[in-house]
């Protein structure tokens, strides 16, 4: 072999280890002017200020496993990746009811394993929130990348008053993905864990504040807060060490 190629090669290799961009997959509550009422903010804005590599937050609103599967949207994100990547997929918020009974177009079929459903909209086959999450997974894990799964953020657990700090299915389905998927390569952070214990430690006032509108989008300090939440879950190894733990500032 010809010094030329041999240095091209290793170069090529030097390069796929080298590449970490840390991508964010999500919804509203991660995304860039969270719920675009003008007073909200999603904790994908943030995260970068706690990570050492850079984060590109492609979060959208409105969006579930579901949606940003069919629309396409992981596949965007995979024709970025390059090899050594870290993509961040959290779900859960827009993720409830059922496809079978007046489909909104995101609501996954419930169940956390190969169940199907047909939409009565459109009569498309509807699978559940794993599978969307374990597809998406592949797809990186193809590109050379690793995945980090991140459950879902809290709603306002001080909205009654007293603190409520049950978690949604799609926690749980999160960690479904992550057994079922059994790779190295792809980690769990239970961020909905996170944020609780910050949410219960702040107390109600505190909580309250981060909710200008509603109970599940965040004001600005908010979603920085929970940007912080889950940098520290990651930094700890809350639920393991994640690809993501030696990039936490
Ligand atoms: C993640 O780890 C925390 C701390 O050990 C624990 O409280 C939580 O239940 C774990 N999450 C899941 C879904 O296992």
Not at 6 to 34: E, K
Not at 71 to 97: K, M, S, T, W
Not at 127 to 151: D, M
């Amino acid at each position: 072999m010809k010094l030329t190629s041999v240095s091209a090669l290793f170069l090529a290799g030097l390069r796929a280890v080298d590449a970490r961009t840390a991508y964010f997959c999500g919804d509203s509550t991660m995304a860039a002017r969270g719920a675009n009422d003008g007073d909200t903010d999603g904790w994908g804005a943030y995260i970068g200020k706690y990570l050492t590599i850079p984060a590109v937050n492609k979060a959208i609103g409105g969006r579930s496993a579901r949606s940003y599967y069919n629309e396409g949207r992981f596949q965007e994100v995979a024709n970025l990746v390059q090899p050594g990547d870290i993509v961040v997929i959290e779900f859960g918020h827009n993720d409830g009811g059922s496809p079978e009974s007046n489909d909104n177009g995101r609501s996954d079929c419930p169940g956390a394993g190969t169940e199907t459903c047909i939409s009565d909209k459109t009569g498309e086959t509807v699978y559940t929130f794993v599978f969307y999450v374990i597809q998406a997974s592949r797809l990186f894990l193809s590109k050379g990348a690793t995945v980090v799964l991140s459950s879902q953020t809290p709603n306002n657990q001080w909205e009654t008053g007293t603190y409520q700090g049950a978690p949604s299915r799609f926690v749980g389905y999160q960690k479904t993905a992550t057994k079922a998927l059994n790779n190295p390569d792809v980690t769990f952070v239970d961020n909905f864990q996170a944020v609780s214990n910050l949410y219960l430690s702040l107390g109600r006032d505190a909580v309250n504040a981060f909710y200008p509108n509603d109970h599940t989008h965040t004001s600005p300090a908010g979603a920085d807060a929970i940007a912080q939440a889950f940098a520290g879950a990651v930094a700890a190894g809350m639920n393991g060490t994640t690809s993501l733990t030696p990039f936490i500032k």
